[in-house]
């Protein structure tokens, strides 16, 4: 059974960090890739960040979120972390972390991706 846990959302104020992570159980966790997607008050959910499995050489992003955020991974603690820097109100929202459905596999969009986490508040204010 394969279980991603959110943690480390909180209050911050605009131009602050945030450093999200997501602990993954199951295994071969190495082998797949992970995202960050986010969905903020009345609208959908959208992609943040990507990482590709293994060493996580490949990374994407969503364009707001380049220069700003950074996506990592260690496979010995099965974790992905999301570095969120330089912060701004329009960043509020669930973010949530996601295993992609087939393994070496990756990508920007949610069909992508089938074990999800319960998600963690980022509230970003002015």
């Known amino acids: 059974q394969v279980q991603l846990v959110e943690s480390g959302g909180g209050l911050v104020q605009a131009g602050g960090s945030l450093r999200l992570s997501c602990a993954a159980s199951g295994r071969s966790f190495s082998t797949y890739g992970v995202a960050w997607f986010r969905q903020a008050p009345g609208k959908e959910r959208e992609f943040v960040a990507a990482i590709s499995w293994w060493s996580g050489s490949n990374t994407y992003y969503e364009d707001s979120v380049k220069g700003r955020f950074a996506i990592s991974r260690d496979n010995a603690k099965n974790m992905v972390y999301l570095q969120m820097n330089s912060l701004k109100p329009e960043d509020t929202a669930v973010y949530y972390c996601?295993?992609?459905?087939?393994?070496?596999?990756?990508?920007?969009?949610?069909?992508?991706?089938?074990?999800w986490g319960q998600g963690t508040q980022v509230t970003v204010s002015s």
């Open positions: 996601a295993r992609s459905i087939r393994p070496f596999s990756s990508g920007i969009f949610e069909h992508q991706y089938d074990y």
